[in-house]
């Protein structure tokens, strides 16, 4: 019998966090090639979008997951 309410791994956590800010700069590079703008803007976007998201989505997974906050 598994637990349903056990906290993911803090490895797990980061892939999930790390897969959202993946869509989210897959969702700018489409956006952006539609509007032709330059490639290595686009691209240095992009990473720019998975730098910052990842910690973020992170944190918000963590408080809101159920996991206990470290204190």
């Known amino acids: ?3 349903h309410l056990a ?4 490895a797990r956590q980061w892939l999930k966090a790390f897969y959202s800010a993946l869509a989210a700069a897959i969702g700018y590079i489409i956006a ?5 703008h330059d490639t290595s803007f686009i691209l240095l976007g992009a ?3 998975l730098a910052v998201l990842t910690p ?3 944190a918000i997974n963590r408080r809101s997951g159920g996991a ?3 204190r």
């Open 47 to 49: 990473l720019a979008i």
């Open 1 to 3: 019998m598994t637990d």
């Open 7 to 10: 906290t993911p791994s803090t």
């Open 32 to 36: 952006e090639l539609i509007m032709q």
């Open 56 to 58: 973020i989505i992170y």
């Open 68 to 70: 206990p906050s470290p």
